[in-house]
């Protein structure tokens, strides 16, 4: 497994749609395996292939507890999905204070549905179906939106995404000159 470079705004790759994945086969898993470990590094709940450069539909996510009251180390509950399809939300809604590992430091209350149902492929390749709600919803509604270009900054006021993107792309030209 090896910790991968995350891109960042405004690399223009993070606004590609990704392709399906024909078969779930051990370079699919290696992938995941890689994108795991990334995410547990970086780190963060959720990844997107297309975070690391990888324009494939898969995505990990771990929304569990990452301190534990009693000082033991957290226990880890990666999720895995490949051609994540959501088939169902709800109309209820919820706002969570979303970020992302692409537009790092960077914080926003997001509208999104509470609960949905994703149908996907395991890191076997097995077809499941799961049921979302509270930050799971969340994170797989806002990973998801990645594998079409997607960021959690495009549901923002248009004034407050230029002018993140602006800040990131500032910072980017001061790193480049240096
Ligand atoms: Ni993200």
């Not at 690399?11 to 749609?17: A, C, G, M, T, V």
């Not at 994945?21 to 051990?26: H, I, L, P, Q």
């Not at 690391?52 to 880890?76: F, H, N, W, Y």
Request: charged residues 30%.
């Amino acid at each position: 497994m090896t910790i991968r470079t995350i891109l960042t705004v405004p690399d223009p790759r993070l606004r590609q749609k990704c392709a399906p994945v024909a078969e779930v086969t051990d370079e699919v898993r290696a992938l995941l395996d890689d994108m795991l470990e990334t995410m547990y590094d970086a780190p963060g709940i959720g990844l997107a292939a297309i975070q690391i450069g990888v324009a494939k539909r898969c995505l990990v996510m771990d929304v569990s507890p990452s301190t534990r009251e009693d000082g033991e180390p957290p226990q880890k509950n990666p999720i895995t999905m490949v051609n994540p399809v959501i088939t169902r939300v709800s109309e209820e809604m919820s706002d969570y204070e979303e970020g992302c590992l692409s537009v790092p430091e960077y914080y926003e209350f997001v509208e999104r549905p509470a609960r949905c149902t994703v149908r996907y492929l395991d890191y076997d390749g097995v077809e499941q179906e799961l049921d979302c709600e509270g930050m799971l919803a969340t994170c797989v509604q806002h990973e998801i939106d990645h594998l079409d270009g997607g960021l959690f900054i495009d549901y923002l006021s248009r004034l407050k995404r230029e002018r993140i993107v602006r800040k990131f792309t500032k910072a980017l030209k001061q790193r480049e000159k240096a």
